[in-house]
């Protein structure tokens, strides 16, 4: 029994050493950096639809609508014709608000993020520099659906044109150089930028 009242203060010194032994391979390890995934969702999303690129046109539209030939002696009527000169805009962008959770990861020390496709949100005709230069109508048809038409189709020639210059891999460039740093600093990670695959053009009702 006096042998073991003996050991009690060794006990306690190898207790006390092996405690602070462990305290002090606690106060080396450093805290952990835990990223919540929806925070940074959320943050992303809050920017919204990101318009990251602005094309500009200037263009002539040339409309012709022939008048119908009755037994091919007679027309009903002249031809109507009209000339634009129009000026225009397509603008590029991400939808943002499309993130779900899923497109957002995190591997090691590097947070990877899913952007939706590049698309055109939209394009219009400025019409304050839009002018008719030429126009020959038929008074037995509805010119202001003509002229209508004419409008609608230079509408449609700034998307074309926006498309042929390359307007959605210009907005996938400016999306990632200006999220990538972005999300760096909200996230202190590493960031890299990735795009879903299909190709968006947005629907033609999405003119402003």
Known sequence: MKS?????????????????????????QEPELVINRTAVLQEIEALGKMELVKYN????TELTQISETYFNLFKLGPDQKIALISTGQAVGCVDLTKLEESDVRVENDTLYVKLPSPEICY????????????????????????????????????RSAALSSGILSQTRTNAELILKPMLEKI?????????????QIGPATQRK
């Open 4 to 28: 073991i009242f003996r050991l009690i203060p060794w006990i306690a010194v190898v207790l006390l050493a092996i405690l602070l032994l462990l305290a002090r391979t606690d106060a080396k």
């Open 57 to 60: 046109f200037k263009e002539i």
């Open 123 to 158: 394009y219009k005709l400025d019409m304050d520099k839009t002018r008719i230069y030429n126009l020959e109508t038929n008074w037995l048809k509805d010119e202001r659906a003509f002229i209508q038409e004419a409008y609608k189709q230079a509408e449609d020639e700034i």
């Open 187 to 199: 996230s202190g990670r590493a960031v890299v930028i990735q795009f879903s695959m299909d190709v």
